[in-house]
């Protein structure tokens, strides 16, 4: 469990959220990114295992983050969550197809993100 | 009636021509036969008429003529110088014989004056005879026998008969025509007796011939192409022409007509002694309009006549003119039905052309009448008409292109409502969540620490942020079915309402709800996702009435009813109801009739009912009564309309 992540979201609330959750599952080492651009510098400097990404962002789409990410890294790449502010099934769809290992919805409670995360622990990640 | 049926079918121009050649055609056609007819008399009496007086003026010139030449023997005969001529002449005659130089010393006395005499009367001989026959003087012909003897000898002779005849009369005496082939003459004798005192001293006698006749008859003034005079003589049963015909100039003594023949009937009547006039067949066996005399002093029959086909020629003529002015006329009387027709059809067909032209669309065609007639008048009002037309349709296309603009505004404005609606609802989520999510925090990291009132008001805050979210996410769902068209699809409606209780199944457990449904839902084609919606929001409402107003047994049922080109559901609770006055509020959004603290729910579920319907082309409504429960109806059409996505 000694993966570091990268949160990508414009929203501090948002990261702080996140945050929280990706603690209290037992992440430690989190870094922040707050636009797309950072976001793929952070992930070629700090090499993190797990990113948190939001799909929409300042710069760009979270989309072309998560298809920048996959394809540089190749088979290196880090495991990519999507997390999303909307309910919208073709969001899904194209989180998907941009090469996401999971997709989520933002809530307060967090349920979401948890249980893309534990299912992220099942599959041992 | 076929025949009014036919007319129907025939045009204006044609009625007209018709109607105008009845019109003037028939009294034509009568007053021409009238006309010719009478006329036709008319001249036929005409003709007969003057045919008459020419027959008459000829036979009295051939009287007049014959009996100026017998009076002037008669004359001659009364006279002394003749008498005495006479006298003397015999007495030489008898006394020297007439080789005698007596008889040639008192012939050379007398022979001019007897020459002159004859010639001047135009006679071609003239005797004297003395009393015993003897011919004592002729200019002409010597004769040695008395006229007795020849008298015995030739019973024919026209010159011994008149002598003897007239002697034993004491008047003139006139022989018939006789012809003398050897002079190719015929010749006529006339003798007079001369007496003196009771002694009778012998005759004059005189020969004249057919010459003046001939002329007479062959003058055919007033006659035309065809008539004739003629003059015959009876000879044993048979009329003898004594003058040339004008059809056969060689007829004088060769022609002979038999009487009873069935030719030459006017000659036939007129040697008979008879008088008269009228159609007969004349020698020529043609049928003729004649005239016939018989002049007894003479025993001549003469007679005038003309051809019937040329007394009718005159008639065929009257008539052909008659015909031909009737041609005349129905030519004008055609030409003038044909103009009026025109000039009446001609703007009818202009009108009727207009009016197709316009039928078809085209508004700026006009009737290009300008006549002043009760025509022009229709072809103004009709143009008129046409520019009131022309009119209402620019008003009318104005009035549709402000409600189409109007439409496009209302649209728009709904668009960009929804729009406003769904930025607003989607903005509002994140710093909700941020809220929710750090009283939340507030709530796992330091409840233990607060006291009851600071646990009450975190309470509130987190109560208040669940009930805002869910707010936002009906409005989300609203504006997302208003924004989203999904493609539709069949959807068995029975399955779909299984999944839905599956989602439900918590609360109808819960709530002792008991569930009917109906046992055979159609397949419908629809937007699934929608549809889920429509079904998920009427159940949720119903479970939740139909629990709060009847603990004891909250009942739900789920219907279908056929409604020919409609798909028609309803699903019924026996909750509270719904005042009547409330049935079309109860669709406004946001419009809750209960406090939220009664019954939970954001007062979008049925808005989101109804969008749904409307959005498919269908319908909603509620059938309620306070107290007695409420069944909502919402109909989807069979046939969707065309989506304008």
């Known amino acids: ?125 | 009636m076929p025949v009014l049926g036919k007319i129907k079918l025939v045009s204006i121009t044609n009625k007209f021509i018709l109607g105008f050649l009845f019109i003037a055609l028939l009294p034509l056609a009568i007053s021409t036969y009238i006309s010719y007819n009478s006329s036709r008399d008319a001249l036929r009496e005409e003709v007969t008429r003057s045919l008459l007086a020419i027959a008459d003026s000829k036979i009295n010139q051939i009287e007049a003529y014959l009996n100026a030449k017998r009076d002037a023997v008669e004359e001659l005969s009364h006279e002394s110088d003749i008498a005495d001529i006479l006298k003397n002449l015999t007495a030489a005659y008898n006394n020297a014989g007439i080789e005698s130089e007596e008889y040639n010393r008192v012939m050379a006395e007398y022979k001019p004056f007897l020459l002159y005499t004859q010639r001047s009367l135009g006679y071609t001989d003239l005797m004297l005879v003395s009393a015993d026959g003897h011919l004592v003087f002729s200019a002409s012909k010597t004769e040695p026998r008395s006229l007795y003897e020849i008298a015995l000898y030739d019973k024919n002779s026209k010159l011994a008969r008149a002598f003897i005849t007239a002697k034993e009369s004491s008047q003139v005496q006139l022989s018939d025509f006789q012809y003398d082939p050897q002079r190719n003459k015929a010749f006529v004798v006339i003798a007079a007796p001369i007496s003196f005192g009771s002694d009778f001293l012998g005759a004059i006698v005189v020969e004249m011939d057919n010459k003046r006749l001939s002329a007479l008859t062959l003058d055919y003034e007033g006659l035309g192409d065809t008539g004739e005079a003629s003059i015959a003589f009876k000879e044993k049963d048979q009329a003898v022409f004594i003058t040339p015909l004008r059809f056969d100039p060689r007829a004088a003594f060769k022609r002979k007509i038999a009487i009873g023949e069935e030719v030459g009937g006017d000659i036939q009547r007129a040697v008979e002694g008879n008088r008269g006039s009228g159609p007969v067949v004349d020698y020529r066996g043609k049928n003729v309009l004649a005239v016939w005399r018989y002049l007894p002093g003479f025993r001549l029959g003469i007679t005038a006549k003309i051809d019937t086909q040329e007394v009718f020629t005159a008639a065929t003529r009257l008539r052909n003119i008659l015909l031909e002015f009737s041609l005349v006329l129905l030519v004008i009387v055609f030409s003038m039905a044909f103009l009026m027709a025109h000039s009446i059809a001609s703007p009818i067909k202009e009108l009727t052309r207009v009016s197709s032209v316009i039928t078809g669309g085209d508004l700026s065609a006009r009737a290009r009448i300008t006549t002043q007639d009760e025509i022009g008048e229709l072809a103004g009002s009709f143009n008129r008409m046409t520019d009131r037309l022309v009119e209402a349709k620019a008003s009318v296309e104005r009035e549709r292109e402000k409600l189409e603009e109007q439409k496009k505004l209302l649209e728009k404005a709904n668009q960009e409502l929804d729009s406003f609606v769904y930025t607003v609802s989607h903005d509002l989520r994140a710093p909700l969540r941020g809220v929710a999510a750090f009283a939340h925090f507030l709530e796992e990291d330091y409840l233990d620490k607060l006291d009851a009132e600071g646990k009450e008001n975190l309470r509130e805050i987190v109560k208040g942020t669940s009930r805002m979210n869910l707010l936002i996410e009906d409005l989300l769902t609203l504006s997302r079915i208003s924004r989203i068209q999904n493609p539709y699809e069949d959807v068995d409606i029975r399955g779909l309402i299984d999944s839905i209780l599956e989602r439900v199944k918590f609360d109808i457990k819960e709530m002792k709800v008991e569930l009917n449904i109906q046992e055979l839902l159609p397949s419908v084609r629809c937007d699934r996702i929608k549809m889920s919606e429509v079904f998920l929001n009427l159940i949720n409402n119903a479970i939740k009435f139909s629990a709060k107003n009847n603990k004891s047994n909250p009942r739900v049922e789920i219907g279908y009813a056929d409604a020919g080109e409609f798909h028609q559901f309803f699903v019924r609770d026996n909750g509270i109801g719904i005042d009547p006055q409330y049935h079309q509020q109860v669709f406004g959004i946001f419009k809750r009739l209960h406090s939220s603290e009664e019954y939970q729910g954001t007062g979008v579920g049925l808005s989101i009912v109804q969008r749904v319907a409307e959005d498919h082309g269908g319908k909603v409504w509620v059938e309620s009564e306070l107290g007695k429960g409420a069944t909502f109806y919402f109909t989807i059409p069979k046939v969707l309309p065309e989506k304008n996505v």
Do not use: H, W
């Not at chain 1, 599952?25 to 939001?54: C, F, H, R, W």
């Not at chain 1, 790449?77 to 502010?85: D, K, L, Q, R, Y």
């Open chain 1, 1 to 125: 469990m000694a993966k570091k992540v990268l949160v990508i979201d414009d929203n501090e609330q948002d990261r702080k959220i996140a945050e929280r959750y990706l603690k209290k599952s037992g992440y430690s080492e989190i870094v922040m990114a707050v636009n797309g651009q950072e976001g793929l510098t952070k992930v070629d400097s700090d090499n993190p295992g797990l990113v948190i990404l939001d799909t929409v962002l300042p710069d760009t789409l979270g989309f072309d983050v998560c298809r920048k990410i996959k394809d540089s890294k190749g088979s290196q790449a880090p495991v990519v969550i999507m997390m999303t502010g909307t309910v919208d099934a073709v969001d899904a769809v194209r989180a998907r197809q941009s090469g996401a290992d999971d997709y989520c919805v933002k809530t307060a409670d967090g349920g979401p993100l948890l249980a893309a995360l534990k299912n992220l622990s099942d599959k041992n990640i």
